[in-house]
């Protein structure tokens, strides 16, 4: 849909798709013409923008890979409201988008996500059975922690008094506001079960910088024990953004889809 760019090998396309709540996802197509789509999920507060996203987007489309990266829902372009325990909701942007790759006969084989994307991806392949793999970048494993850091050391006794808490900049004015029930709403999600959901036919990766000021590497550790099917791979010296270390996450991140397109074309799908 409307603006489109092309280099030698790819077409660069605006793509619109609607989630279920009728909100408007907007998102980038990288579309190299195969059928398999590894779909980019950003992380907290941020967008399909993210260097991240669109380097790693990049480094897929050079090698014959279609991406497609796109901003959730109150995110980037999307419409919709952001709130803090969006996770279940941006599952369900997640599977708005395969859904509709499927109609058009395409099919998103791999599922990457930073941060807070890594844990969507991460309840997706716990819920439905029918992703190859994902990979888990920077994710969280207990959402429970992490809070006190964004709201305040008693984050608990304002939410339960004044029933929301709003998150301001360092002008004063408020980014997000996050109530109670938004807050219920990420405290609630067991990691740890859901990652013993996932089917172990579903390959999952996990990379983690080891100097995370974030969420800690720890994490990444607690994801490789519990996970049935896993692979980790810890950059060395990297921070949450991977902010000197793009070059090294690109080549994980591809080394690995490229293990999982073979596998497949090796099975004859």
Known sequence: ????????????????????????????????????????????????????????????????????????????????????????????????????????????????????????????????YSIRAVVNTSGRYDLKSGIKERLGEDFLERIKREGFIDVKNRAGEVKFRVTEADLMDRMNINMHKACQQIDKDCRVLTIHGSADEVIPVGDAYKFAKIIPNHELHIVEGADHGYKLHQAELASAVLQFVKSILTQDNGAGT
């Open 1 to 128: 849909m409307a603006q489109t760019t092309k280099n030698p090998v790819v077409l660069q396309q605006r793509v619109v798709i609607p989630n279920k709540h009728g909100e408007k996802l907007v998102g980038v197509l990288h579309d190299s013409g195969s059928k398999e789509i590894v779909v980019l999920c950003h992380g907290f507060q941020c967008s399909k923008d993210h260097r991240a996203m669109v380097n790693l987007a990049t480094t897929l489309e050079k090698e014959g890979i279609t991406a497609f990266r796109f901003d959730f829902s109150g995110n980037g372009e999307s419409e919709g409201s952001f709130a803090f325990g969006n996770y279940k909701k941006e599952v369900d942007d997640l599977r708005s988008v395969v859904e509709h790759f499927a109609a058009e006969n395409r099919v998103v084989t791999v599922m990457l996500g930073h941060s807070r994307g890594g844990g969507v991806v991460l309840l997706y392949a716990s819920k439905f």
